[in-house]
């Protein structure tokens, strides 16, 4: 998996950084370790972008989230935080009193 590889490669410039002696191979480690890092920013930037628009409809209130409640009320606006924050698999989050399930 490339999480994986991109964290032993980012561990082993680390240790390398550390280890070399030489000013000029530290600062060429230094950029390569930057780059590396910028690189799998970007491609989590991809990955979650991605996800996001795969799951568009869902996070938008898609079924009965939407239904449950008029989506620019304030409650709307909580319940579809509370059910985006159970599919992402964050838990269940107490309702306020008097609030339904949806």
Request: charge should be neutral; hydrophobic fraction near 30%; include cysteine.
């Amino acid at each position: 998996m490339y999480h994986d590889d991109s964290d032993a490669c980012i561990r082993e410039l680390c240790r390398q950084i550390l280890e070399e002696q030489d000013p000029s191979k530290v600062q060429e480690l230094l950029h390569s370790l930057q780059s590396t890092v910028r690189s799998y920013q970007d491609d989590t930037r991809m990955r979650m972008r991605y996800i996001a628009n795969y799951y568009r409809d869902r996070i938008r209130g898609h079924s009965s989230i939407g239904n449950a409640h008029n989506s620019n009320s304030g409650a709307g606006r909580a319940v579809r935080i509370r059910a985006l924050l159970e599919f992402l698999g964050l838990g269940r989050w107490p309702r306020p009193e008097g609030e339904v399930e949806g």
